[in-house]
């Protein structure tokens, strides 16, 4: 177990620092914007998951919580996924 | 002449689904997600509503500062989550010294974030300057005070741990358990704001 949580920690690091700088890159005249914006709440929801099933230990927990919890990951980041790229003006 | 009745039937071991820590402790969780769900979505609507000042708000924000803060909050968690594995070992002194690692991670976040604060307010930003420093102010203290209440519980379950308050296997997983879980529903939802202030431009 102890494995485990050491390799989901430096994956879940290196997750963060990929997603750090691909935000910090200047190559966006060359790429969509919109194409970072998948990619980082991609990251973000790989790295949330993994905190509530590892870490939490949720993935043995009733279903009723793994739903809320997964939920409420899914709804915030759709919700930052549709208000950031739709034109709201 | 009946027929033969096998003696043993294996069948494979399914784990009992068993929620990590108390019941009430869960639904506290619950209802703090719920508020911060309101504040990231409303982050993000603004974000999406006015691009131009949320952009320049996010770009005099200390973008390795928050790089810092998140990889320390997720270290903490990492640390109580080894705590919680030694407390199923059976090892209560190794559960002290993880949570208080964890806490400790909690002290070097609020002492970055204060310096990250003192540094904004001197450059003359405040609540008032417009709605993306009101977000950010708002939302970053409001999950500092968690910070801080999650340090606090790690520190008195790791303290109760210590002086072997917890005279039951069971009772020491559920408050172990239980602190941690707060612990990491506080990283999770820093992973969140992470994105929206530190990442996107």
Redesign the interface.
Same mark, same amino acid.
């Given at each position: 177990m102890t494995h485990k949580l050491t390799l989901s920690w430096l994956c879940l690091l290196a997750l963060t620092l990929l997603g750090w700088w691909l935000g910090h890159q200047p190559f966006y005249p060359l790429f969509p914007q919109q194409w970072l914006l998948w990619a980082v709440l991609l990251l973000s929801a790989v790295k949330g998951q993994w905190i509530i099933n590892l870490f939490m230990g949720m993935k043995n927990a009733p279903m009723g919580f793994r739903l809320a919890m997964s939920g409420w990951l899914l709804i915030v980041l759709a919700a930052m996924a549709l208000f950031l790229s739709l034109p709201l003006r | 002449m009946t027929a033969i009745e096998p003696l043993l039937v294996i069948r494979p071991i399914k %784990?009992t689904?068993? =929620?990590?820590g108390d019941l009430a402790m869960?639904f506290f969780i619950?209802a703090e997600?719920?508020v911060? /769900?309101l504040l990231?979505?409303s982050m993000?609507?603004v974000?999406?509503?006015?691009p131009e000042m949320f952009s320049a708000g996010v770009a005099t924000l200390h %973008?390795i500062a928050? =790089?810092i803060n998140?990889?320390t909050l997720?270290?903490g968690?990492?640390w109580?989550?080894?705590g919680? /594995?030694a407390m199923?070992r059976g090892q209560a002194t190794q559960v002290v010294w993880w949570f208080r690692a964890g806490a400790a991670s909690g002290l070097l976040y609020l002492i970055i974030k204060t310096v990250e604060y003192q540094q904004m307010f001197s450059a003359g930003y405040t609540l008032r300057t417009n709605t993306f420093y009101f977000f950010y102010f708002f939302t970053t203290f409001f999950h500092l005070m968690h910070v801080v209440l999650g340090m606090v519980i790690l520190l008195v379950v790791a303290t109760r741990f210590r002086k072997g308050l917890y005279n039951s296997p069971a009772t020491r997983q559920m408050a172990a358990?239980s602190a941690?879980?707060y612990w990491?529903?506080v990283?999770?939802v820093w992973?969140?704001l992470?994105?929206?202030l530190?990442?996107?431009?």
């Open positions: - | %784990p689904p068993e =929620l990590p869960w619950l997600l719920a911060f /769900a990231l979505g993000a609507f974000r999406g509503s006015w %973008p928050g =790089l998140t990889l997720l270290t968690s990492y109580v989550a080894l919680v /594995a199923r358990e941690a879980s990491h529903m990283d999770l992973l969140m992470f994105p929206l530190y990442v996107l431009p």
